[in-house]
């Protein structure tokens, strides 16, 4: 009963009053009175059952009326409600289809180019800010690990990963380690580690080193401290990210003051904290809708962002996304954002 009161959910006709402010709202960015919502719902209804109607939405938390204007707007909460049971997405044309094909074709042997190119497109496609990571390499399995002793205080690691990859190394060491020391440091690799992402094989070696420094022997140490160095140059995922179109944000209104614009900037330009964002989307299934605060930073909170991961394989190896004021298009930018990303992987997987 209590949630019923916390969160409830107004009958049919207060749906389709809201569906519709917050359509005119997206449309023209000016607080929706009764006798508009009254022209524009198709319904036979009176400005004062509308107003009603209004009231009701309103104590629900789902609409606000901003200063003293008569007309109301939705709010991050009426939004949400909006896009997850009453907007009607729309796929884009086969006009815009083809064109993401073709950019998508023109930079596919270019990798850089091609995140470059997809955020442009967001950009142009939506009138906001397009974001892209740049491709992560896909997961990395340590399958074994293989020492062998060069002359000249050097060895040779041999990394077999995933299902066959060989990746071979030289490593330059303080001193000579026989056969039987690297034999032993192997063995406790493979039998401790094997199986695991190379990333978290790194991890935890540099964990259990500080944990087990005083308890293994000092060779021992050493070895295994060669063995996370020899893991160092292989593939890592990716920490960057490619935004396109910022400056088409002062074209909204409730974003163009001067303040809000330097604090979205600045956004941009601190890495950690779009990819932060970004990476709550990495093992998303489908696409992700952030709504002001849900974002978790304050400084978006006027703002929605939209993303999508994007695959090869059964990795996946990058999102790609929209970010701009919370009164957005969803039924198209949605869709937009869902299509770029499967063929953006589409063309990726034929190239891999």
Same mark, same amino acid.
């Given at each position: 009963?209590?949630?019923?009161?916390?969160? /409830?959910?107004?009958?049919?006709?207060?749906?389709?009053?809201?569906?519709?402010?917050?359509?005119?709202?997206?449309?023209?960015?000016?607080?929706?009175?009764?006798?508009?919502? &009254?022209?524009?719902?198709?319904?036979?209804? &009176?400005?004062?059952?509308?107003?009603?109607?209004?009231?009701?939405?309103?104590?629900?938390?789902?609409?606000?009326?901003?200063?003293?204007?008569?007309?109301?707007?939705?709010?991050?909460?009426?939004?949400?409600?909006?896009?997850?049971?009453? !907007?009607? %997405?729309?796929?884009?044309?086969?006009?815009?289809?083809?064109?993401?094909?073709?950019?998508?074709?023109?930079?596919?042997?270019?990798?850089?180019?091609?995140?470059?190119?997809?955020?442009?497109?967001?950009?142009?496609?939506?009138?906001?800010?397009?974001?892209?990571?740049? /491709?992560?390499? /896909?997961?990395?399995?340590?399958?074994?690990?293989?020492?062998?002793?060069?002359?000249?205080?050097?060895?040779?690691?041999?990394?077999?990963?995933?299902?066959?990859?060989?990746?071979?190394?030289?490593?330059?060491?303080?001193?000579?380690?026989?056969?039987?020391?690297?034999?032993?440091?192997?063995?406790?690799?493979?039998?401790?580690?094997?199986?695991?992402?190379?990333?978290?094989?790194?991890?935890?070696?540099?964990? +259990?080193? +500080? &944990?087990?420094?005083?308890?293994?022997?000092?060779?021992?140490?050493?070895? $295994?401290?060669?063995?996370?160095?020899?893991?160092?140059?292989?593939?890592?995922?990716?920490?960057?990210?490619?935004?396109?179109?910022?400056?088409?944000?002062?074209?909204?209104?409730?974003? &163009?003051?001067?303040?809000?614009?330097?604090?979205?900037?600045?956004?941009?330009?601190?890495?950690?904290?779009?990819?932060?964002?970004?990476?709550?989307?990495?093992?998303?299934?489908?696409?992700?809708?952030?709504?002001?605060?849900?974002?978790? %930073?304050? $400084?978006?909170?006027?703002?929605?962002?939209?993303?999508?991961?994007?695959?090869?394989?059964?990795?996946?190896?990058?999102?790609?996304?929209?970010?701009?004021?919370?009164?957005?298009?969803?039924?198209?930018?949605? /869709?937009? !954002?869902?299509?770029?990303?499967?063929?953006?992987?589409?063309?990726?997987?034929?190239?891999?």
């Amino acid at each position: 009963m209590s949630a019923e009161v916390s969160n /409830p959910v107004p009958n049919d006709r207060g749906q389709h009053l809201l569906r519709v402010l917050i359509q005119r709202y997206i449309r023209d960015g000016l607080p929706v009175g009764s006798r508009t919502l &009254s022209k524009d719902a198709g319904l036979d209804l &009176s400005p004062a059952t509308i107003r009603n109607v209004m009231s009701d939405l309103e104590d629900m938390g789902l609409v606000s009326a901003p200063h003293t204007s008569a007309g109301r707007i939705p709010t991050p909460k009426g939004y949400r409600l909006f896009v997850d049971t009453l !907007v009607r %997405y729309q796929q884009p044309g086969d006009g815009d289809i083809r064109k993401i094909k073709a950019q998508i074709r023109g930079e596919s042997d270019n990798p850089d180019g091609l995140v470059g190119a997809i955020s442009n497109m967001l950009s142009e496609f939506t009138s906001m800010a397009g974001v892209v990571t740049v /491709p992560r390499a /896909p997961q990395v399995t340590l399958r074994q690990i293989e020492f062998l002793p060069l002359s000249e205080n050097r060895v040779l690691v041999i990394l077999v990963v995933n299902d066959r990859e060989v990746q071979n190394r030289i490593l330059h060491t303080e001193r000579d380690y026989s056969a039987s020391e690297l034999q032993q440091a192997q063995n406790f690799i493979n039998q401790h580690y094997a199986g695991n992402d190379l990333g978290l094989v790194r991890r935890k070696l540099l964990e +259990d080193l +500080d &944990s087990t420094r005083d308890s293994m022997n000092q060779t021992m140490h050493g070895i $295994i401290s060669v063995a996370q160095s020899a893991m160092d140059g292989t593939t890592t995922p990716g920490n960057n990210y490619v935004v396109a179109g910022e400056t088409n944000l002062m074209a909204f209104a409730e974003l &163009s003051d001067v303040d809000t614009l330097r604090r979205l900037f600045e956004a941009f330009s601190r890495k950690r904290l779009i990819l932060d964002l970004l990476d709550r989307s990495i093992n998303a299934d489908g696409v992700q809708i952030f709504i002001g605060e849900e974002s978790g %930073y304050r $400084i978006f909170d006027g703002c929605s962002v939209i993303t999508a991961p994007y695959h090869v394989d059964d990795d996946t190896i990058g999102v790609l996304g929209v970010i701009g004021p919370t009164r957005m298009a969803y039924d198209r930018v949605v /869709p937009i !954002v869902d299509v770029t990303a499967r063929l953006l992987e589409s063309a990726l997987s034929q190239n891999s």
